[in-house]
């Protein structure tokens, strides 16, 4: 059957009068068949039901149109229909309700119903329901959307419910729901979206509730929430988000709650906790996360702050729970986790900022863990866990009931970028003889006066004993050609070097250096000696201070010397050199204080010999192509450290043997270079030459 439109269009008045017993929209006396299209454009007033249609049916009420009903708006009572809503429903029953299924129900205008039990949109199961535009419920159990199972909902537009247990969204299982728009609601137990077994709900928008008992979002067995929006509670045991039995969470957003035993995120049963947002509770025995259940998960690398009487930035309550923290937990009053039930583990990342002590109400089975990078003081509360793991690169004593540990894998980036350094000014020394004079431009044109700009950014990947790490270095180097072959050169560095994506290490190096260079036996030669003096800071995560957090950093000197010998032409005596360079670091001790314990470190070396193969290729009139291979062989030599009285032997990491390509450019009087190496650290350095 083709379908029909039919439109009530006056500006009167008129009347639909709906039949109990009939499936059909009677409007004046007249039937509209199934499979039609029936359009609202002008106000409609019923002291009855409003519109309704069986089966297969379109009801749409244009943005001049308006419904106002003693009974239903719009009532749909077969399977399919498509309810469309552009103006206005005002209903004292529900505003829109389909009784069967695979219904689509989509409000673009407003919706409002005025009595208890009465929801905005209701229908069974299979249901699609998108509201971009207002729905308002006021009266007890007066919900906003209500739908049973397997059913999806996208709401971008507002949901606002005013009564006990009027909630925002309620819907069965199975459901998905979407929320960018705004659901806010007033009264106990009026959650803003509640969600039943293996439902999903994905909120970017704004939830909020304002009443005891009313939760943000609740999903219950096997439900997920995952939130990149906005979620406030106002009201005692009003949780932000509750999943119940093995249900899971994923939080990037910000969760607020207010209220006694208001928890920012609530689990049972083996639930999942996966937080890189902000968590935020206030209120007596307010945690920001709650574990009720066994073998519940839990992993934390955003923020998790409390105030109040007993209020835990971490509760777990149940055995079998594991807790990962690279990120902030905070409880003034209170701990910040609290751990009560047996088998727990909990393990803190580089990163991990702790205020208030660690509880382990069962620590005769409890593990604690730290990760690479992570120098900590470590209070508890309740007795020691009974294992305690470090991690590689990682030293800890322990006294009473706190555990101290010490990272030292700066000392691996310190190796790496005081080698690096003696190539920068190996690569920026002219080679005085023949073919190798490329190297610097061949821009010398008789003048013996030089000067040389560099500068490199460093990447370096972690390994098993040190940090990931990334720096940057530059320099300024003067020189002038002598008499018989022999030359003399000056300059100043700077060096800056990280932890990469972390702040476990923070140092800076200024160097000053000088030396001579030349020709020798056929190839060229240079020698430079070197003092460098290095400032460098740490961060300690140390839940004994009241920030969470203490900065400790020390000063040291070293001493450096970097000759070179070049030979030019040694592959059948074309654009080509081999380069044999030296670079030996010696290091003065130097102390950390922290305030659970100093580190002590003894003075130390490092020594790395390169060999490198370089071709040349011309390009257009001076510049050439640039590329080849290093062969290097690093010797770290070992580090005596001392933390709280207890020695160590420490491994600067930078050992061995490794393997490095690179390729450049010289162009005119500048040079750039990119080089790539076996253990995946990356370089770019750069330079200019002026010769007066």
């Known amino acids: 059957m083709n379908s029909q439109s039919k439109r009530v269009r006056s500006n009167a008045k008129r009347t639909i009068s709906l039949l109990a017993s009939s499936t059909a929209i009677m409007i004046s006396g007249a039937q509209v068949a199934q499979s039609e299209i029936f359009i609202i454009d002008t106000d409609v007033v019923t002291t009855n039901g409003g519109a309704t249609v069986d089966g297969g049916d379109t009801i749409r009420v244009t943005s001049s149109g308006s419904i106002v009903a003693a009974g239903r708006g719009l009532y749909a009572t077969g399977n399919a229909n498509t309810l469309i809503n552009n103006g206005s429903i005002t209903s004292s029953d529900d505003g829109i309700r389909a009784t069967s299924d695979e219904n689509i129900i989509i409000n673009n205008g407003s919706i409002t119903t005025t009595t208890s039990s009465d929801e905005g949109i209701t229908a069974d199961d299979r249901n699609t329901v998108r509201n971009t535009g207002e729905i308002r419920t006021s009266g007890s159990s007066a919900e906003g959307i209500f739908l049973d199972n397997e059913n999806t909902i996208d709401n971008s537009g507002l949901i606002k419910t005013s009564g006990s247990s009027a909630e925002g969204i309620d819907v069965d299982n199975f459901n998905t729901i979407t929320n960018s728009g705004r659901v806010i609601t007033t009264g106990s137990v009026s959650e803003g979206i509640n969600a039943q077994d293996n439902s999903s709900v994905v909120n970017t928008g704004f939830v909020r509730t304002n009443g005891s008992s009313a939760d943000g979002i609740e999903v219950d067995d096997l439900g997920t929430v995952d939130n990149s929006g906005i979620v406030k509670t106002f009201g005692d045991s009003a949780d932000g988000i509750n999943a119940d039995d093995f249900g899971s969470v994923i939080n990037s957003g910000s969760i607020t709650t207010a209220g006694t035993f208001s928890d920012g995120i609530e689990t049972d049963i083996e639930g999942q906790v996966t937080n890189s947002g902000s968590v935020r509770t206030t209120g007596t025995g307010a945690s920001a996360i709650r574990a009720r259940g066994i073998d519940s998960v839990i992993v934390n690398s955003g923020i998790l702050a409390t ?72 209070k508890t509360d309740g007795g020691l866990p009974a294992t305690i793991n470090i991690a590689s690169g990682i030293y800890s004593v322990v006294g009473g009931d706190t555990i101290v540990t010490a990272d030292v894998s700066e000392y691996t980036a310190r190796d790496v970028m005081a080698s690096d350094f003696g190539r920068l000014i190996a690569d920026a020394i002219p080679a005085p003889s023949g073919d190798a004079q490329v190297a610097r431009g061949s821009l010398a044109l008789g003048k013996p006066t030089w000067a040389k700009v560099f500068g490199a950014s460093h990447s370096g990947s972690g390994g098993t004993d040190y940090m990931a790490f990334r720096g940057y270095s530059s320099g300024v180097i003067v020189g002038r050609d002598g008499d018989g072959g022999m030359g003399y050169f000056g300059g100043v560095g700077l060096q800056h070097y990280v932890s990469r994506d972390s702040s476990a290490f923070d140092t800076k190096a200024q160097s000053l250096f000088a030396g001579i260079y030349g020709t020798l036996g056929g190839g060229d030669y240079s020698l430079a000696l070197g003092v460098m003096k290095s400032d460098t800071t740490r961060q300690v995560a140390n839940n004994t201070v009241a920030s969470g957090l203490e900065e400790v950093s020390a000063d040291y000197t070293s001493i450096f010397i970097a000759p070179t010998y070049t030979l030019d032409g040694v592959i059948g005596g074309g654009n080509n050199s081999l380069r044999l360079r030296y670079m030996g670091v010696w290091h003065d001790a130097h102390n950390f204080g922290f305030s659970g314990a100093d580190l002590d470190v003894d003075a130390s070396s490092s020594h790395t010999v390169e060999a490198r193969l370089e071709f040349r290729s011309p390009l257009d009139g001076s510049d050439y192509l640039r590329y080849g291979v290093d062969a290097v062989y690093q010797d770290g030599q070992q580090i005596d450290v001392n933390l709280g009285g207890s020695p160590f032997a420490v491994s600067s990491g930078a050992d061995g043997w490794s393997g490095r390509l690179f390729a450049g450019i010289e162009a005119g009087a500048g040079r750039l270079e990119l080089s790539y190496d076996t253990e995946e650290r990356f370089a770019a350095s750069a330079g200019w030459s002026l010769s007066f």
């Open 307 to 378: 105030e109040g009487d007993g209020a835990r930035g971490i509760w777990s309550t149940a055995s079998g729970v594991s807790i990962t923290n690279s990120g902030t937990i905070s409880s003034d009053q209170e701990l910040s986790i609290l751990m009560q039930g047996a088998n727990a583990e909990l393990t803190l990342l580089e990163g991990s900022v702790l205020i208030g002590d660690v509880g382990f109400w069962a620590g005769d089975t409890a593990t604690l863990n730290f990760g690479p990078g992570l120098s900590a003081v470590v």
